[in-house]
């Protein structure tokens, strides 16, 4: 089993969106046993992919997976996409970075993870933004961690921010996301960093939010399903390197 973070300090950035479509990708390209754990408490992932009717979801119990009473199986539901299953978020999780703190349990996230192993090939994690106690969990369980990058000269030094928060100790793949390459920042910033992926800013992407499904099970020829393949597949390369 490998896990991917998919991780950024800012908001807005594109880390939802990376995430949703990169767990299908994951499931139904690579068919691959596939978990999208949810750990941003405004659960965008977990509105977009939950299939539960209101009134049936479990109420609060995200953070209660961390403080250890209840099994991460018994909130984990499955989803609309064969392969994928998804443990969501709620508004609980605000509260996590707290819990994290008062348990003292450095590698809390990724012993959960380990528990997962037998049931998953890819765990994919949509983080909250920041440094904080939540994201070192992340760093700490994680193989790869996704970083989506705006095209812009202050992304990228925030993007500089993670790595050297990071060290040396886990792999960082920065994405170019949400490019505009008639924009001249944005045509600039792929020419420094020719090597990362590219998302393109692209309506059909938006629709995901509408539809809430994956941009390549209802556009699969767009130019944004092919990007997020073709980064899946990069991916999956970095995990067998
Ligand atoms: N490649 C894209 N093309 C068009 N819209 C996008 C793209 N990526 C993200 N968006 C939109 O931008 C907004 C923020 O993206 P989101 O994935 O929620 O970011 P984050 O999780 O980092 O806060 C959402 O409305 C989303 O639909
Ligand atoms: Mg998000």
Known sequence: ?????????????????????????????????????????????????????????????????????????????????????????????????????ELDKKKRLQKLLVGLRKNYDRVLLDCPPGLTETSDQVMRAADLIVVPVIPSPLSERALAEVVKHLGAKVEVMPVHSMVDRRRKLHADAIARHPDWPVIPMASQVEQVTVRREAVGSFAPRSAGAQAFASLWQAIERRLAA
């Open 1 to 101: 089993m490998s896990t991917i973070a998919i991780y950024s300090l800012k908001g807005g950035v594109g880390k939802t969106t990376l995430t949703v479509n990169l767990a299908w990708c994951a499931a139904t390209l690579s068919s691959r046993r596939t978990l999208l754990w949810d750990l941003d408490p405004q659960a965008a992932s977990s509105f977009l992919l939950s299939n539960r009717a209101a009134g049936t979801k479990p109420r609060e119990q995200a953070q209660s997976v961390f403080a250890k009473d209840v099994e991460p199986e018994k909130l984990i539901e499955q989803t609309a996409v064969a392969r994928l299953d998804l443990l969501a978020a709620d508004a609980s999780l605000r509260g996590l970075d707290l819990l994290f703190h």
